[in-house]
């Protein structure tokens, strides 16, 4: 049995969740998530608890089970509170700013890189170097996050380049002389 699929989904006050069909939709303080999922599941609201079932212990519906509970886990989190990814930019010259509702680095090309506005998703940036990733959504954080990190990513040898907060790069010697 999935142990995570098992677990009921405490719904927490301020978030409404409603589930038709094979359809659920959450509603919290900070938006709206509507999301489809496979039919053959059962999703149900239970005093105040989402539940999920599956009909049989095949394969397919095994790792369907824990997914589909985690997806709407992931939804209930994010309207109530969201999610946020830090980004630090490390070199000489490397700074981020907020152009409007994107987001513009310069991070040691001859051109600075732009990240337009996307929906959902909010930047804030501290200290020019501190780069703060915000949304409801932890699928589109953490990719809007990974393609930041992406333009340039951190090198072995200066550590410069930009990475998460909590990453830790492993670090090479130099030539030896």
Do not use: C, W
């Not at 995570?4 to 978030?15: C, E, N, S």
């Not at 509507?34 to 599956?54: S, Y």
């Amino acid at each position: 049995m999935s142990r995570i699929g098992k677990k009921p989904i405490v719904v927490p006050a301020g978030v409404t969740v409603t589930v038709d069909g094979h359809k659920v939709t959450v509603k919290g303080p900070k938006g709206t998530l509507t999301k489809e999922f496979n039919k053959n599941l059962t999703i149900a609201l239970e005093d105040g608890h989402v539940v999920v079932t599956r009909p049989d212990d095949s394969i397919e519906m095994r790792a369907l089970h824990g997914t589909t509970r985690a997806l709407i886990h992931n939804m209930v989190v994010g309207v109530s509170e969201g999610f946020k990814k830090v980004l630090n930019l490390v070199g000489v010259g490397y700074r981020a700013a907020v152009k409007g509702k994107g987001l513009e680095l310069a991070l040691g090309y001859s051109h600075p890189v732009i990240i337009d506005e996307i929906p959902n998703i909010t930047f804030a940036v501290e200290k020019n170097t501190t780069i703060i990733v915000e949304g409801i959504e932890k699928d589109v954080v953490g990719q809007v996050a990974a393609v930041i990190r992406s333009k340039r990513a951190p090198e072995p040898y200066k550590g410069k380049g930009v990475k998460y907060a909590d990453e830790v790069i492993r670090r090479k010697e130099g030539k030896k002389s």
